[in-house]
Nanobody, 119 residues
Framework: QVQLVESGGGLVQPGDSLRLSCASS????????MGWYRQAPGKQRELVST???????NYADSVRGRFTLSRDTAKNTVYLQMNSLKPEDTAVYFC?????????????WGQGTQVTVSS
């Protein structure tokens, strides 16, 4: 089991920055992939950014160059630094963790944190 606790959402204006945090109950080295997804009203959940246990990062085209995913292995926490926010970034952001146990893939989600970008 992996428990994920998110924080850092809020209401900001276009062009502002926010940092989301996701703390894991397990060592992030034991998690194959960890990252963020988002879901806007009326839309499907989509990938934002992920990081593997080896430290490789991946970004959606819509956020590449504006968002940065990093991690603090001592705190078992990943961070999503979001700069130059746009109204279309408005969504509920979910932390995600993927593990493999005895060949079976497991997936865990945080409770979600709202990010609203509006003037």
């Amino acid at each position: 089991q992996v428990q994920l606790v998110e924080s850092g959402g809020g209401l900001v204006q276009p062009g502002d920055s926010l940092r989301l945090s996701c703390a894991s109950s397990r060592s992030i080295f034991s998690i194959n992939v960890m990252g963020w997804y988002r879901q806007a009203p009326g839309k499907q959940r989509e990938l934002v950014s992920t990081i593997t246990s080896g430290g490789w990062t991946n970004y959606a085209d819509s956020v590449r160059g504006r968002f940065t995913l990093s991690r603090d292995t001592a705190k078992n926490t990943v961070y999503l630094q979001m700069n130059s926010l746009k109204p279309e970034d408005t969504a509920v952001y979910f932390c995600n963790a993927q593990t493999t146990t005895l060949g079976a893939r497991n997936e865990y989600w945080g409770q979600g944190t709202q990010v609203t970008v509006s003037s």
